[in-house]
């Protein structure tokens, strides 16, 4: 049983490149959630999907675009990398009943 | 924002040695997350709490869910080597689901063997 799979596990941009970050779930989950974890902080929220074809905003959303055709994908874009998205980005999915989120293994991610 | 303020923010304790840390909040919370993370991985999922004054445990682990709702607390029995990691407690916005958690900053456990 996969979970939720991310990919990249590493990723090094330019400033001013774009990239998409992707996470899949494989439990039929409705809720799905990205994050970002910086040094000595706890998870942020990014943004957030309660399902296919439904998107909002987090804690922190600037600089990033979000978008959930699927109920499996929910891909994070950045558009345009600046050196502060330096950070790991954490992927979560989350089934409505029972409040608790699954996460992925995260994805690395350094703006040079 | 709900904050969650954690501490201890680190630890170091002998193995064998029972630990705490808790979690605070100003505003009540519905549901308390304990989730563990080892370096390079995402958070894991320890206990779920969602009642308050509610004790629950798995297996060296116990947690409880503050009768004021805007606390909660974990032990650790007997610590061993690969409790080493970061303990977050986390609990859903005002409002929300388990889409939107808000967590705390941590706190960092080594156990010396």
């Known amino acids: 049983n996969a979970g939720v799979t991310q990919t990249p596990k590493f990723q090094v941009l330019k400033t001013g490149q774009s990239m998409t970050l992707q996470c899949a779930q494989d439990?039929?989950?409705?809720?799905m959630s990205w994050y970002r974890q910086d040094p000595g902080m706890g998870l942020r929220l990014i943004h957030y999907?309660?399902?296919?074809?439904?998107?909002d905003q987090g804690e922190v959303p600037n600089g990033y675009n979000v978008s959930r055709s699927t109920t499996e994908d929910f891909p994070l874009r950045l558009l345009s990398a600046a050196p502060s998205q330096t950070s790991v980005y954490f992927c979560?999915?989350?089934?409505?009943?029972?409040?608790?989120?699954?996460f992925g293994q995260g994805t690395r991610l350094t703006v040079v | 924002g709900q904050q969650l303020n954690q501490s201890p923010q680190s630890m170091f304790i002998q193995e064998g040695e029972d630990v705490s840390m808790n979690c605070t909040s100003s505003?009540?919370?519905?549901?308390w997350l304990w989730y563990k993370q080892d370096p390079g991985e995402g958070p894991v999922l320890l206990i779920a709490?969602?009642?308050?004054?509610e004790l629950t445990s798995n297996g060296r682990l116990t947690a409880q869910f503050g009768i004021t709702r805007k606390d909660s607390f974990l032990n650790i029995s007997a610590s061993i080597p690969s409790d080493v990691g970061i303990y977050f407690c986390?609990?859903?916005?005002?409002?929300?689901?388990?889409?939107?958690?808000?967590f705390g900053k941590g706190t960092k456990l080594s156990v010396i063997p």
């Open positions: 999907s309660v399902g296919a074809g439904i998107t």
């Open positions: 505003s009540i919370f519905n549901t």
């Open positions: 979560a999915s989350s089934p409505p009943e029972g409040n608790r989120a699954f």
């Open positions: 709490l969602y009642k308050a004054g």
């Open positions: 439990m039929n989950h409705e809720y």
């Open positions: 986390a609990g859903p916005y005002s409002g929300a689901g388990s889409y939107q958690l808000t």
